[in-house]
């Protein structure tokens, strides 16, 4: 079996440590930090408990696939639960509508603001169901780059090919196939907010995109007690069980190629050699500071720009807020112009979107509660344009977390917040990018714009290098919790489709 050393500890690094550790390769995790985990870092102080990053989880069945690499039950590692209503809406006019967990109450809720748009939902979770059906088929657990590698049309040209191939709707971006199916804009706004789990504008991203929606009304929103971050806690475990040697505090300058493949990676003059090398780190950053020359020139992807970026405020409140839910989202006044300031323009949005996460409502009374008891540990999060030059957000953040205060004072019904504050923490995009070495302080990798590429990303398996390959948010399949754990995973798998194809003999065992 191979060598094998992977440059970060984020969950695509964790996963692929753990897939390839259970296939028998020797495996090296360097992460630069201290801990490992990566953005689903957490916060603990004065009684308080935060995840740093991720909070909500989606697809817990690409977890159950790491984890049955080695025969485990990843409820023996993770207790999870199945939250109802999974999101929490609040609108300016005063409007709330909860996205329950059984489509049928959703589908009520729904068409309880509007009628027409009861069976409108059901046209769009229809086309969401097919798009993510279509996703599984040609885009999911197979290191994909372009067009070319999701499907061989000369060979396996057919009819149902082809209607898979309409079913992608090219022509037509995420806001505009809910425009076509829903009439009230508060549905159409919630709808929208899909697309923010990739950090993209819905009026440039693909409709293929919609799948998401599915992937989150069918498979549900998960949460594991004690916080996310218990996810990267599991996915340790399971590779120290499975023999993985983690070394922290080790920042990768170099990945050193000799006749075109990887063979070794430096870390402060040292140079430790390996079969293959898997980059966790960004994946633009991996071509352009790791390897450069004409890897980098030749890399599809150097004008890819970065997804968004966001502000996050940890607060440690002596009461709780019992009319939120565990996730909420209170939406900006009007969508169009927050999304043409963050993605267009490249400033925060005036009247932002903020998402606030109140996981005491799960964990209230229970031994891992995030906060003491009637407190609450509040997490929210805005999402801000990926850094550009001239923002300084030591200076912008003081403003910018007053503009966050006043909107959820009018549109969440907390207006005495500051008065409940007792611990407060911030993350601002520029820590973002300094902790977790992204691209311009991209929370979600890289933009996914463009009606026909925007759902490509740069592939698994490098085409520029040999035995380097590539897993985390900013490769494909794309970014998030699931989506980034896939990533690991496709990683170990063509690392090992690739090995035992050079080891004939090691095959035939
Ligand atoms: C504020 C915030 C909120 C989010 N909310 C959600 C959410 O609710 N749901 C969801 O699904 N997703 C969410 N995400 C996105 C999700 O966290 C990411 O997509 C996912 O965690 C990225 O995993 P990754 O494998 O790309 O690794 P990363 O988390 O990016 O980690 C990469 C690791 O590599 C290390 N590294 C980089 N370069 C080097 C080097 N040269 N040498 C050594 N180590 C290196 C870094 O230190 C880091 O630990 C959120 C992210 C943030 C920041």
């Not at 709707?169 to 709808?191: E, F, S, Y």
């Not at 709780?320 to 925060?348: L, M």
Request: glycine share 10%; with cysteine.
């Amino acid at each position: 079996m191979s060598t094998v050393g992977i440059i970060g500890g984020g969950l695509g690094g964790l996963a692929a440590a753990a897939t390839l550790a259970a296939r028998g390769h020797k495996v090296t995790l360097l992460e630069k930090n201290g801990w490992l985990g990566g953005k689903a870092a957490v916060l603990e102080e004065q009684g308080f408990r935060f995840d740093m990053g991720p909070t909500i989880l989606t697809m817990p069945r690409v977890l159950e696939r790491v984890f049955g690499e080695s025969g485990r039950n990843l409820g023996d590692y993770l207790d999870l639960r199945r939250l109802d209503p999974q999101w929490r809406c609040f609108y300016d006019d005063g409007t709330v509508l909860d996205l329950r967990n059984d489509p049928k109450e959703a589908r009520a809720a729904i068409a309880a603001l509007n009628a027409e748009d009861g069976p409108g939902f059901d046209r769009f979770m229809e086309v969401a169901n097919r798009l993510s059906t279509v996703s599984d088929k040609f885009f999911f657990w197979k290191s994909v780059e372009d067009l070319r590698d999701t499907m061989n049309m000369k060979e396996n040209f057919s009819l149902s090919t082809l209607s898979d191939v309409m079913a992608l709707r090219m022509h037509r971006t995420v806001a505009g196939q809910i425009k076509k199916d829903i009439r009230d804009p508060r549905v159409r706004q919630m709808l929208e907010h899909f697309i923010q789990y990739v950090g993209s504008s819905p009026l440039a991203s693909p409709a293929v995109l919609c799948g998401i929606a599915q992937m989150q009304q069918g498979e549900g929103v998960w949460y594991p007690m004690g916080g996310t971050r218990a996810v990267p806690v599991a996915l340790t475990r399971l590779g120290e069980e499975l023999g993985v040697d983690y070394r922290t505090g080790v920042d990768v300058q170099r990945i050193v190629v000799e006749d075109g493949r990887a063979v070794a990676v430096e870390a402060d003059g040292e140079v430790m050699r390996f079969d293959k090398v898997v980059s966790n780190m960004d994946s633009v950053r991996t071509y352009k500071e790791l390897i450069g020359g004409s890897a980098w020139t030749d890399f599809g992807y150097q004008k890819r720009e970065a997804a968004c970026s966001g502000v996050v405020l940890y607060l440690g409140l002596n009461k709780a807020y019992e009319h939120i839910a565990h996730h909420n989202f209170v939406f900006s006044r009007d969508p169009e112009e927050e999304f043409d300031a963050i993605y267009d323009r490249g400033v925060p949005a005036p009247d932002p979107t903020a998402y606030i996460a109140a996981p005491m409502r799960t964990e209230a009374g229970s031994p891992t509660a995030c906060a003491p008891e009637g407190g609450e540990a509040l997490y929210i999060l805005v999402h801000t344009p990926h850094l550009r030059d001239g923002h300084d957000w030591s200076k912008m953040l003081p403003e910018y977390r007053q503009v966050i205060m006043d909107k959820l004072a009018r549109a969440a019904g907390m207006e005495d917040l500051e008065e409940r504050i007792v611990f407060e923490r911030t993350l601002t995009p520029q820590d973002i990018h300094d902790r977790y070495k992204v691209l311009d302080g991209a929370i979600y990798g890289l933009v996914s714009h463009g009606k026909m590429m925007g759902a490509f990303k740069p592939g698994n398996r490098s085409r520029q290098v040999g035995d380097l390959y590539l897993a985390g948010g900013s490769a494909h399949p794309g970014p998030g919790m699931p989506m980034a754990l896939m990533s690991g995973w496709i990683a170990a798998d063509s690392l090992h489709q690739d090995a035992i194809a050079n080891e004939p003999a090691m095959a035939a065992e």
